[in-house]
């Protein structure tokens, strides 16, 4: 998301005046989904991105074969799961930060409790809108995966369903929690950056977790995204998902809702 754009944003009005009269929370609801439809920067690195990654490591002849080591796997096989959590990486970390602190920043969200619509309305919004994104680039990324390279459909769709839903909670938690920290935009992009390498690396972007080395990959499995990244691989491979995963991104999802809800601030 350019300055500019967020910029923008910030200036817009929470909602027109036929939408305010479908309701408070669907005004906002509406007018948020017309601005972010209207980012083809935001767009991009989550809906298309991720797929565009899957699509270029696919030409890599040595990702397509069988590997011993990884169970008989193929390469291309974990960078499904891997996609798909880099796609809400990017919409909780990336897109949903600079947007919420930019309303703080010039006032959007204090006018707004002023009027019958709430600033809760708006994050509620944005909660919604990013994370409806990130699991549309998650079908999007299993459906290529399944017709470009025969990659196999979760085996266990509810454990796949169940952890899929529990990383789009704990990636949006710890949005907000960069937003509550943070008192500008340029501080929100900032943190969020590199909250956003630390993410890709535990995900496991550039070393699939089951690639990393046994002590590397205890410590990355305690994190959320590895913890969700384990938790994928499982139910992909037709296993039910690990009580022991599912719990660590459950507790870090609970953490930094707590934490995002107490240090929040409208103004």
């Known amino acids: 998301m350019t300055p500019d754009t967020t910029t923008a944003r910030a200036a817009a009005p929470a909602a027109s005046a036929p939408a305010r009269r479908r309701g408070p929370m669907a005004a906002v609801l509406l007018t948020e989904t017309r601005l972010f439809l209207r980012e083809p920067g935001s767009l991009f690195w989550i809906l298309v991105f991720p797929t565009a990654l899957l699509v270029i490591l696919g030409f890599v002849p040595a ?6 080591t990884l169970g008989g796997r193929r390469v291309i096989d974990l960078y499904v799961p891997v996609s798909v959590l880099l796609a809400m990486i990017m919409a909780g970390l990336q897109a949903m930060p600079p947007v919420l602190t930019a309303y703080r920043e010039r006032g959007i969200l204090r006018r707004m409790s002023t009027t019958p619509v709430r600033p809760s309305a708006l994050l509620a919004a944005q909660i919604i809108l990013h994370g409806a994104a990130a699991l549309g ?26 952890a899929l839903l529990l990383a789009v909670a704990a990636v949006l938690a710890l949005g907000a929690t960069i937003c ?6 340029k501080a929100a992009t900032a943190v969020g950056s590199v909250a956003y390498l630390m ?32 938790a994928l691989d499982q139910a992909a491979s037709g296993h039910w998902p690990s009580w022991a995963y599912l719990g660590v991104v459950a507790l870090w999802t609970a953490l930094l809702g707590l934490a995002a809800a107490r240090l929040f601030r409208w103004q």
């Open 180 to 185: 509550a920290l943070s008192r500008t935009t």
């Open 137 to 162: 680039s998650a079908l999007l990324v299993v459906t290529v995966g399944r017709v470009g390279y025969a990659v196999a459909l979760p085996g266990q769709l509810l454990g796949y369903a169940l």
């Open 199 to 230: 993410m890709m690396f535990t995900a496991g972007v550039w070393v699939p977790v089951q690639a990393m080395p046994d002590t590397l990959r205890r410590i990355v499995q305690v994190t959320p995204f590895g913890a969700a990244s384990q």
């Open 63 to 68: 990702f397509k074969e069988a590997d011993d």
